[in-house]
């Protein structure tokens, strides 16, 4: 905890902060979506258009686990205050960008401030907190996350239409400099410099190898065929670099991702579990909007408030979920409760099709909801009770880190289900179609405008292959609610409820009590 004892009014103003921190990362990946065609338009680099986005993913992902280690090593604070600083340089920048590819390199500056913000403030959270009281506090972080996802394009779509698509990054860094303010005044964390250097080229061969790969998941079947040169080279660059990394990991002193961590059953089990809930949730909600708009002809936006039920459920069960943790003091269940959730929703999607009513899509996006709100707080304490105390930082962001690769993986598997089966699935419904399968998908609001039989055939075309992406990803969720069982449910609270500052610093290791 704090070297310095901080009142729960301090605790509360700085959580807020933090929260507002994750906030900021989390918006931005989805905030410049909605403005895409006007940046476009401005710039006239359609050909880039995916790379705005594209660029943050990327630096994000393979940053996070690097700040989760360097927050270990010389203090989550001024690692935190750090990566404020990168997150509003690349908000100002992109805010003055004059060009496409500006845009996109200030976007990719952005991206590795907000992996830092991502990684320390789950960080802060084990710092100020024992494990039975961080419950409360994980559930605030994801109904942070899910709220971002939600108004993400709302928000863009609002400056688009109102003062500027500039003016979505201009207020980005405006908040992000009043919470560098609030934390360097208010946040007290205990020393935690250890005279070690941080593994720089393992570091590297981290960031490059995740970029090769997530570069595979994106351009695959898109800008580049999947079995192209192109593609296989980065595909195969991806396999030496990430390879070079694990060796590297075994031989240097402060490893970047350390291998302690993957020796700890509840650990793998929780990284795991973070992959799928990344690859469902994130590739469902790449493609469900787009099933709205094609099949059930919803407008852009009415396609993404259609999404709210996906933020209740998170909201709602993150909040509760936190605090029946600090009272039981169990989290186990929690967890496998919440992957039965997820697997009856893809489940109940996976029978949805173009006649079926959005009345009847409602209850399965809850379901999504409460199976992220319920698993994800309790997969953060899993991890950060059972890692040694020097590893904490690095292994909660290493959730968010395995929670993002898994969302790149299953947006790209999906879609690539997804394309596979329309070009199977077109010819059936309309003998002779020829068009671009891509196109298709891309623009929605192309298909509305063509003759009713061409639609229909259409949207059945979409719907079945829909069905057949979720009855690939329905094992996927099954698979990982049976992994759950696997998870060691420790009893927190065999740790006080509130630890002294001296206490929770000289803490090397959580004490645990663990029942298989």
Known sequence: ?????????????????????????????????????????????????????????????????????????????????????????????????????????????????????????????????????????????????????ILGPVLGGYFVDGPGWRWAFWVTALLALGVSVLVGVLLRLPAQTRPAAIDWWGALLLVAGVMALILVLTLGGRELHWFSVSTLALAVLAAVLLAGFVLRQR???????????????????????????????????????????????????????????????????????????????????????????????????ATVGQSTSYGLVVMPLVLLGVGVGMSTPALFIATTHAAQRQHVGVASSAVSFFRALGGAVGAAGFGAVLVARLGV????????????????????????????????????????????????ALPLAVGAWLLSWRLRDADLAAEPATTTPDSESTRSTATRSDTV
């Open 251 to 349: 031989t240097f002193v402060e490893p970047v991702l350390p291998p302690a961590l993957f020796a700890d059953r509840t650990i793998v089990t929780s990284f795991t579990l973070a992959f799928v809930i990344g690859a469902i949730m994130l590739g469902l909600l790449a493609f469900l909007p787009q099933f709205l708009q094609l099949v059930q002809g919803m407008s852009a936006s009415r396609a993404g408030l259609a999404m709210v039920p996906v933020l209740g459920g998170a909201l709602v069960t993150s909040t509760v979920v936190g605090r029946l943790i600090r009272r039981l003091g169990r989290y186990r269940r929690f967890v496998t409760a919440g992957m039965a959730a997820l697997a009856v929703g893809v489940g109940l999607l």
């Open 425 to 472: 699935r077109l010819p059936e419904r309309l003998p002779g179609w020829t068009g671009d399968v891509n196109a298709v998908i891309d623009v929605p609001r192309r298909v509305a405008a063509l003759p009713t039989a061409v639609r229909d055939g259409i949207r059945e075309a979409y719907a079945a292959s829909l069905r057949d992406a979720l009855l690939v």
């Open 1 to 149: 905890m704090a070297d310095v004892p901080m009142s729960p009014a301090r605790i509360r103003v700085v959580m807020g902060a933090l929260l507002v921190a994750m906030f900021l990362a989390s918006v931005d990946q989805t905030i410049v979506a909605t403005g895409l065609p006007t940046i476009v338009g401005e710039f006239q680099r359609a050909d880039r258009y995916a790379w705005v986005v594209t660029a943050y993913l990327l630096a994000e992902t393979a940053f996070t686990p690097i700040f989760g280690k360097a927050g270990d090593l010389y203090g989550r604070k001024r690692i935190l205050q750090f990566a404020i600083v990168v997150f509003l340089a690349g908000s100002v920048l992109c805010a003055l960008a004059e060009s496409m590819w500006q845009l996109i390199a200030f976007r990719g500056l952005q991206g590795v401030g907000a992996g830092g913000i991502l990684a320390a403030t789950l960080g802060v959270v084990a710092d100020l907190f024992p494990p039975r009281e961080r419950g409360r506090y994980q559930g605030a972080y994801v109904s942070v996350f899910a709220l971002a996802a």
